[in-house]
């Protein structure tokens, strides 16, 4: 069946480090893969996405690239900001619904 | 524009009591679906409204949820006999469209739902 699969939390960075969050998927066909990102106190929101593979999604600094190959889809930032500390999921779209990971807690402190 | 809201935002119930949950979506988006987000755990889907076709049921944990919608406008969750496993954080999101594959949705900022 389709599924993701998604580093464990929390990660606790230090402000400017390089982020890296793995996520690795199983699904039939060609999904849509996505990052969506919670913020504290506020509802999930669509962070990136890439519809198919070599596809590279970006936005606020994460990028994520859409390996098929290795059915990957890892979200990365060069240097995170205290802002950035959020859940991160990872999630695919097929046949009309979202299957989402687990979640990432990113702590980033100053 | 508006976005898709939810009501009540806290609700406190206790154990064996009914609850209903609503859901506002995007005007004019056709597709619309509930998840359950407990404590430290990701979303889990729970029910998919398409339109006029059938729901997709397949999330729900029991019997006692059941949910409804009225065309391509509000939804309601409604959860029967209220157990404490069932708090969480129940998410709404709707989306415009259900093409082949990629489906981006709206989400809603969700009802906390605590179970005494």
């Known amino acids: 069946g389709n599924s993701v699969t998604q580093m464990e939390g929390p990660v606790t960075l230090s402000e400017e480090a390089f982020l890296t969050i793995n996520c690795t998927y199983t699904?039939?066909?060609?999904?849509?893969l996505f990052w969506y990102v919670q913020y504290p106190g506020e509802g999930l929101q669509l962070l990136l996405k890439?519809?198919?593979?070599?596809d590279k999604g970006s936005n606020k600094g994460f990028e994520a690239t859409y390996r098929k190959e290795t059915t990957s889809f890892h979200l990365e930032k060069g240097s995170v900001q205290v802002s950035d500390s959020a859940v991160y999921f990872c999630a695919l779209a097929r046949d009309d619904k979202i299957i989402f990971g687990k979640g990432t807690r990113l702590h980033i402190l100053p | 524009g508006a976005g898709v809201s939810q009501s009540p935002s806290n609700k406190v119930t206790e154990k064996g009591k009914d609850v209903e949950l609503r859901c506002d979506p995007i005007s004019g988006h056709t597709a619309l679906y509930w998840y359950r987000q407990r404590l430290g755990q990701g979303l889990e889907f729970l029910i998919y409204?398409?339109?006029?076709?059938?729901?997709?049921k397949s999330g729900l944990p029991s019997d006692r949820f059941s949910a409804e919608r009225t065309g391509e406008s509000v939804s309601t969750l409604t959860i029967q006999r209220t157990q404490q496993e069932d708090s969480a954080v129940y998410l709404c999101a709707s989306s415009p469209v259900a093409g082949q594959g990629y489906n981006e949705q709206f989400f809603g900022p969700g009802t906390r739902l605590t179970v005494l």
């Open positions: 409204f398409q339109g006029n076709s059938a729901p997709d």
């Open positions: 890439a519809t198919k593979a070599d």
């Open positions: 699904a039939t066909g060609y999904p849509s």
